[in-house]
Protein backbone atom coordinates (compact mmCIF):
# COMPACT_ATOMS: atom_id res chain seq x y z
CA UNK A 1 0.00 0.00 0.00
CA UNK A 2 2.72 2.36 0.83
CA UNK A 3 4.31 2.34 -2.56
CA UNK A 4 1.07 4.43 -3.59
CA UNK A 5 2.40 6.95 -1.51
CA UNK A 6 6.14 6.63 -2.21
CA UNK A 7 7.01 9.70 -3.74
CA UNK A 8 5.17 11.77 -1.32
CA UNK A 9 7.04 9.39 1.68
CA UNK A 10 10.40 10.64 -0.27
CA UNK A 11 9.65 14.34 0.42
CA UNK A 12 11.50 14.54 3.95
CA UNK A 13 8.67 17.33 5.69
CA UNK A 14 6.30 14.21 5.07
CA UNK A 15 7.72 10.90 5.15
CA UNK A 16 6.39 7.44 6.41
CA UNK A 17 5.19 9.10 9.85
CA UNK A 18 3.86 11.74 8.32
CA UNK A 19 2.23 9.21 5.72
CA UNK A 20 0.67 7.24 8.51
CA UNK A 21 -0.80 10.30 10.21
CA UNK A 22 -2.27 11.49 6.76
CA UNK A 23 -3.80 7.85 6.88
CA UNK A 24 -5.70 8.81 9.91
CA UNK A 25 -6.62 12.27 8.91
CA UNK A 26 -10.07 13.03 8.38
CA UNK A 27 -10.72 15.85 6.19
CA UNK A 28 -14.11 17.91 5.54
CA UNK A 29 -14.63 19.74 1.96
CA UNK A 30 -17.06 22.01 1.67
CA UNK A 31 -18.28 23.20 -1.59
CA UNK A 32 -17.24 20.52 -4.77
CA UNK A 33 -16.43 23.30 -7.39
CA UNK A 34 -13.18 24.47 -8.95
CA UNK A 35 -11.46 24.53 -5.51
CA UNK A 36 -13.37 21.65 -4.08
CA UNK A 37 -12.69 19.78 -6.78
CA UNK A 38 -8.89 20.14 -7.13
CA UNK A 39 -8.52 19.67 -3.23
CA UNK A 40 -11.05 16.49 -3.20
CA UNK A 41 -8.50 15.25 -6.13
CA UNK A 42 -5.02 16.27 -4.12
CA UNK A 43 -6.29 14.44 -0.66
CA UNK A 44 -7.69 11.07 -2.08
CA UNK A 45 -4.20 10.79 -4.21
CA UNK A 46 -2.41 11.80 -0.77
CA UNK A 47 -4.18 8.83 0.91
CA UNK A 48 -6.01 11.00 3.62
CA UNK A 49 -8.18 8.20 5.75
CA UNK A 50 -11.15 9.56 5.02
CA UNK A 51 -12.55 12.52 2.70
CA UNK A 52 -15.96 14.10 3.50
CA UNK A 53 -17.74 16.37 0.51
CA UNK A 54 -20.70 18.12 0.76
CA UNK A 55 -22.28 20.12 -2.17
CA UNK A 56 -25.72 21.44 -2.97
CA UNK A 57 -25.52 21.39 -7.30
CA UNK A 58 -25.66 19.48 -9.95
CA UNK A 59 -23.18 19.88 -12.87
CA UNK A 60 -23.76 22.72 -15.75
CA UNK A 61 -21.60 22.71 -18.96
CA UNK A 62 -20.18 25.99 -18.08
CA UNK A 63 -18.49 24.00 -14.84
CA UNK A 64 -16.43 21.42 -17.04
CA UNK A 65 -14.10 24.22 -17.77
CA UNK A 66 -12.84 24.69 -14.35
CA UNK A 67 -14.16 21.91 -12.40
CA UNK A 68 -11.35 18.97 -12.50
CA UNK A 69 -13.59 16.44 -10.95
CA UNK A 70 -16.81 15.86 -13.35
CA UNK A 71 -17.42 15.41 -17.37
CA UNK A 72 -19.75 15.08 -19.66
CA UNK A 73 -21.22 11.67 -18.80
CA UNK A 74 -22.30 13.28 -15.66
CA UNK A 75 -24.38 15.79 -16.34
CA UNK A 76 -25.96 13.58 -19.71
CA UNK A 77 -26.61 11.54 -16.50
CA UNK A 78 -27.96 14.44 -14.15
CA UNK A 79 -25.80 13.71 -11.32
CA UNK A 80 -25.46 15.91 -8.15
CA UNK A 81 -21.60 17.05 -7.69
CA UNK A 82 -21.12 15.54 -4.77
CA UNK A 83 -22.60 12.16 -6.32
CA UNK A 84 -20.28 12.27 -9.31
CA UNK A 85 -17.21 13.63 -6.96
CA UNK A 86 -17.38 10.80 -4.77
CA UNK A 87 -17.86 8.19 -7.82
CA UNK A 88 -14.85 9.29 -9.47
CA UNK A 89 -12.56 9.98 -6.56
CA UNK A 90 -13.25 5.98 -5.58
CA UNK A 91 -12.13 5.47 -9.05
CA UNK A 92 -9.06 7.30 -8.22
CA UNK A 93 -8.36 5.43 -4.48
CA UNK A 94 -10.57 2.98 -3.26
CA UNK A 95 -8.39 2.02 -0.42
CA UNK A 96 -9.44 5.54 1.65
CA UNK A 97 -13.09 6.17 2.59
CA UNK A 98 -14.69 8.53 0.43
CA UNK A 99 -18.31 10.39 1.13
CA UNK A 100 -19.95 12.45 -0.76
CA UNK A 101 -23.04 14.40 0.58
CA UNK A 102 -25.68 16.24 -1.57
CA UNK A 103 -26.39 18.77 0.69
CA UNK A 104 -27.07 22.63 1.47
CA UNK A 105 -24.57 23.54 4.40
CA UNK A 106 -26.74 25.99 6.98
CA UNK A 107 -26.93 26.45 10.13
CA UNK A 108 -29.04 24.16 11.14
CA UNK A 109 -26.55 20.97 9.74
CA UNK A 110 -22.76 22.45 10.01
CA UNK A 111 -21.78 20.84 13.54
CA UNK A 112 -23.33 17.57 12.13
CA UNK A 113 -21.29 17.36 9.06
CA UNK A 114 -18.13 18.72 11.00
CA UNK A 115 -17.86 16.31 14.26
CA UNK A 116 -14.60 14.42 14.49
CA UNK A 117 -12.83 16.24 11.10
CA UNK A 118 -9.52 17.23 11.58
CA UNK A 119 -9.46 20.23 9.41
CA UNK A 120 -12.33 22.03 7.03
CA UNK A 121 -11.34 23.27 3.28
CA UNK A 122 -13.54 25.69 1.93
CA UNK A 123 -14.77 24.93 -1.62
CA UNK A 124 -17.51 27.90 -1.61
CA UNK A 125 -18.71 30.52 -3.36
CA UNK A 126 -20.25 32.63 -0.94
CA UNK A 127 -19.51 34.50 2.22
CA UNK A 128 -22.60 33.45 4.29
CA UNK A 129 -21.24 30.06 4.47
CA UNK A 130 -17.68 31.05 5.11
CA UNK A 131 -18.92 32.82 8.40
CA UNK A 132 -20.98 30.01 9.71
CA UNK A 133 -17.94 27.51 8.74
CA UNK A 134 -15.54 30.02 10.62
CA UNK A 135 -18.08 29.80 13.61
CA UNK A 136 -18.46 26.05 13.40
CA UNK A 137 -14.60 26.03 13.68
CA UNK A 138 -14.10 28.22 16.29
CA UNK A 139 -16.81 26.73 18.03
CA UNK A 140 -15.69 23.05 17.71
CA UNK A 141 -11.95 23.74 17.97
CA UNK A 142 -11.29 22.44 14.13
CA UNK A 143 -8.92 24.30 11.72
CA UNK A 144 -10.65 25.29 8.73
CA UNK A 145 -9.07 27.12 5.37
CA UNK A 146 -10.89 29.61 3.40
CA UNK A 147 -9.99 29.98 0.18
CA UNK A 148 -11.68 31.86 -2.53
CA UNK A 149 -11.46 32.74 -6.52
CA UNK A 150 -12.67 34.75 -9.09
CA UNK A 151 -11.44 35.85 -12.61
CA UNK A 152 -7.68 35.61 -12.22
CA UNK A 153 -7.20 36.45 -8.63
CA UNK A 154 -7.59 34.39 -5.56
CA UNK A 155 -6.99 34.54 -1.97
CA UNK A 156 -6.15 31.62 0.80
CA UNK A 157 -6.31 32.20 4.39
CA UNK A 158 -5.50 29.31 7.69
CA UNK A 159 -7.78 29.52 11.00
CA UNK A 160 -6.46 28.04 13.33
CA UNK A 161 -9.09 28.40 16.23
CA UNK A 162 -7.36 30.08 19.72
CA UNK A 163 -4.15 30.58 17.33
CA UNK A 164 -4.60 33.22 14.24
CA UNK A 165 -7.25 35.64 13.53
CA UNK A 166 -10.12 34.18 11.98
CA UNK A 167 -12.43 35.11 8.58
CA UNK A 168 -14.75 37.85 10.80
CA UNK A 169 -11.49 39.42 12.36
CA UNK A 170 -10.71 39.40 8.65
CA UNK A 171 -13.48 40.33 6.68
CA UNK A 172 -16.02 41.55 9.76
CA UNK A 173 -19.26 41.56 8.55
CA UNK A 174 -21.46 40.52 5.27
CA UNK A 175 -20.85 42.60 2.31
CA UNK A 176 -23.94 45.27 1.19
CA UNK A 177 -26.40 42.64 -0.94
CA UNK A 178 -26.18 42.74 -4.74
CA UNK A 179 -22.35 44.29 -4.49
CA UNK A 180 -20.52 41.13 -4.39
CA UNK A 181 -18.98 39.97 -7.59
CA UNK A 182 -18.86 36.08 -8.21
CA UNK A 183 -17.82 33.78 -10.94
CA UNK A 184 -20.79 33.71 -12.41
CA UNK A 185 -20.68 37.76 -12.65
CA UNK A 186 -17.11 38.29 -12.72
CA UNK A 187 -16.23 34.94 -14.69
CA UNK A 188 -12.87 32.76 -13.44
CA UNK A 189 -9.82 31.17 -15.61
CA UNK A 190 -9.32 28.22 -14.17
CA UNK A 191 -5.92 28.73 -13.49
CA UNK A 192 -6.83 31.02 -10.85
CA UNK A 193 -8.70 28.28 -8.52
CA UNK A 194 -6.11 25.80 -9.26
CA UNK A 195 -3.27 27.77 -7.31
CA UNK A 196 -5.35 28.63 -4.64
CA UNK A 197 -6.57 25.02 -4.00
CA UNK A 198 -2.93 23.95 -4.26
CA UNK A 199 -2.13 26.71 -1.83
CA UNK A 200 -5.19 24.93 0.63
CA UNK A 201 -4.42 21.14 0.01
CA UNK A 202 -0.15 22.34 1.01
CA UNK A 203 -1.94 23.79 4.37
CA UNK A 204 -3.98 20.95 4.85
CA UNK A 205 -1.36 18.06 4.94
CA UNK A 206 0.52 20.44 7.09
CA UNK A 207 -2.37 20.65 10.25
CA UNK A 208 -2.77 16.93 9.27
CA UNK A 209 0.71 15.63 9.85
CA UNK A 210 0.50 17.85 12.78
CA UNK A 211 3.58 19.94 10.75
CA UNK A 212 4.59 23.37 12.76
CA UNK A 213 5.04 25.81 9.55
CA UNK A 214 1.42 26.41 8.95
CA UNK A 215 1.55 29.87 7.17
CA UNK A 216 -0.60 31.99 9.20
CA UNK A 217 -0.58 34.79 6.27
CA UNK A 218 -3.32 35.80 3.75
CA UNK A 219 -1.75 34.72 0.69
CA UNK A 220 -3.49 37.02 -2.39
CA UNK A 221 -2.96 35.57 -5.56
CA UNK A 222 -2.86 37.19 -9.47
CA UNK A 223 -2.37 34.18 -12.06
CA UNK A 224 -3.07 36.07 -14.98
CA UNK A 225 0.25 39.12 -13.73
CA UNK A 226 1.48 35.99 -12.04
CA UNK A 227 2.08 37.47 -8.32
CA UNK A 228 2.18 36.47 -5.07
CA UNK A 229 1.32 38.47 -1.80
CA UNK A 230 1.21 37.93 1.69
CA UNK A 231 -0.72 40.08 4.28
CA UNK A 232 0.08 39.74 8.11
CA UNK A 233 -3.66 39.23 9.59
CA UNK A 234 -4.10 40.52 12.99
CA UNK A 235 -6.82 39.28 15.38
CA UNK A 236 -9.42 41.64 16.01
CA UNK A 237 -10.21 43.16 19.50
CA UNK A 238 -13.84 42.98 19.62
CA UNK A 239 -14.37 40.20 17.03
CA UNK A 240 -18.33 38.31 18.26
CA UNK A 241 -16.97 34.88 16.35
CA UNK A 242 -13.53 35.04 18.60
CA UNK A 243 -15.00 36.10 21.75
CA UNK A 244 -17.92 33.71 21.82
CA UNK A 245 -20.70 35.01 19.94
CA UNK A 246 -21.55 32.50 17.07
CA UNK A 247 -24.51 34.84 15.08
CA UNK A 248 -24.09 32.41 11.65
CA UNK A 249 -24.08 29.45 13.93
CA UNK A 250 -27.26 30.61 15.08
CA UNK A 251 -28.59 31.20 12.46
CA UNK A 252 -28.96 35.22 12.83
CA UNK A 253 -28.08 35.60 9.08
CA UNK A 254 -29.25 32.66 7.68
CA UNK A 255 -30.75 33.66 3.78
CA UNK A 256 -34.39 31.37 3.84
CA UNK A 257 -35.79 29.74 0.96
CA UNK A 258 -38.99 28.51 1.03
CA UNK A 259 -41.40 26.67 -1.42
CA UNK A 260 -44.72 28.82 -2.76
CA UNK A 261 -47.38 26.21 -2.29
CA UNK A 262 -48.44 25.49 -6.10
CA UNK A 263 -46.76 28.02 -7.94
CA UNK A 264 -43.60 26.82 -8.91
CA UNK A 265 -41.71 29.31 -7.08
CA UNK A 266 -39.46 29.79 -4.35
CA UNK A 267 -39.50 32.70 -2.30
CA UNK A 268 -35.80 33.75 -0.51
CA UNK A 269 -35.81 35.91 2.30
CA UNK A 270 -32.86 37.99 3.50
CA UNK A 271 -33.03 38.11 7.14
CA UNK A 272 -30.47 41.65 6.67
CA UNK A 273 -33.45 43.78 4.96
CA UNK A 274 -31.07 45.85 3.46
CA UNK A 275 -31.96 48.42 0.85
CA UNK A 276 -30.13 46.93 -2.12
CA UNK A 277 -29.26 49.44 -5.00
CA UNK A 278 -31.08 48.05 -7.71
CA UNK A 279 -28.89 50.31 -10.44
CA UNK A 280 -25.50 48.80 -9.54
CA UNK A 281 -27.40 44.68 -9.13
CA UNK A 282 -28.81 45.95 -12.95
CA UNK A 283 -25.10 46.98 -13.91
CA UNK A 284 -23.77 43.55 -12.70
CA UNK A 285 -26.51 41.04 -14.14
CA UNK A 286 -26.48 43.37 -17.42
CA UNK A 287 -23.84 41.05 -19.46
CA UNK A 288 -25.82 37.97 -18.16
CA UNK A 289 -29.19 37.96 -19.18
CA UNK A 290 -32.51 40.40 -19.30
CA UNK A 291 -32.82 43.05 -16.57
CA UNK A 292 -34.91 45.56 -16.16
CA UNK A 293 -35.77 47.47 -12.84
CA UNK A 294 -38.57 50.44 -11.57
CA UNK A 295 -38.71 51.78 -8.10
CA UNK A 296 -40.20 48.51 -6.66
CA UNK A 297 -38.84 45.45 -8.17
CA UNK A 298 -35.73 44.32 -10.59
CA UNK A 299 -36.55 41.58 -12.67
CA UNK A 300 -33.78 39.05 -14.02
CA UNK A 301 -34.03 35.93 -16.31
CA UNK A 302 -30.85 33.73 -16.49
CA UNK A 303 -31.64 30.37 -18.30
CA UNK A 304 -35.02 28.94 -17.37
CA UNK A 305 -35.38 31.56 -14.30
CA UNK A 306 -36.95 34.51 -13.53
CA UNK A 307 -35.90 36.12 -10.44
CA UNK A 308 -38.20 38.89 -8.87
CA UNK A 309 -35.58 41.13 -6.47
CA UNK A 310 -37.41 43.65 -3.90
CA UNK A 311 -35.67 46.90 -2.30
CA UNK A 312 -35.24 44.96 1.06
CA UNK A 313 -33.46 42.12 -0.36
CA UNK A 314 -36.48 39.65 -1.13
CA UNK A 315 -36.75 37.42 -3.89
CA UNK A 316 -39.35 35.33 -5.80
CA UNK A 317 -37.18 32.94 -8.03
CA UNK A 318 -39.78 31.54 -10.57
CA UNK A 319 -39.82 27.70 -12.64
CA UNK A 320 -38.69 25.82 -9.57
CA UNK A 321 -39.73 25.03 -6.73
CA UNK A 322 -36.54 23.59 -5.15
CA UNK A 323 -35.67 25.74 -2.33
CA UNK A 324 -31.93 24.60 -2.28
CA UNK A 325 -31.66 25.68 -6.07
CA UNK A 326 -33.27 28.84 -5.26
CA UNK A 327 -30.32 29.86 -2.39
CA UNK A 328 -28.19 28.69 -4.42
CA UNK A 329 -29.20 31.45 -7.89
CA UNK A 330 -29.77 33.87 -5.21
CA UNK A 331 -26.11 32.92 -4.09
CA UNK A 332 -24.58 33.14 -7.44
CA UNK A 333 -26.53 36.33 -8.82
CA UNK A 334 -27.84 38.41 -6.13
CA UNK A 335 -25.12 37.72 -3.30
CA UNK A 336 -25.34 37.63 0.61
ZN1 LIG B 1 -12.19 36.69 14.96
Known sequence: MMDRYSRQILFESIGEKGQKKLGKGFAVIIGCGALGSLIATSLVRAGVGKVRIIDRDFIEYHNLQRQLLFDEEDIRNGLPKAVAAE????KINSSIEIEGIVADVNFTNIEKFITGANVILDGLDNFETRFLINDASLKHNIPWIYGGAIASTGMRMVIIPGKTACFRCFVNDLPPIGTVQTCDTAGIISPAPFIIAS????EALKILIGSKEINKDLTVVDAWAGTFNRLKISPLQNCPSCQGKYQFLEGKF?????????????????????KISFHRLEQRLKPLGKVSYNKFILRFTID????????????IIKNTDDESLARSLYAKYIGN
Open 199 to 202: LQTV
Open 87 to 90: RHLK
Open 304 to 315: NYEMVVFPDGRA
Open 254 to 274: EVVASSLCGQNAVQVLNPRQE
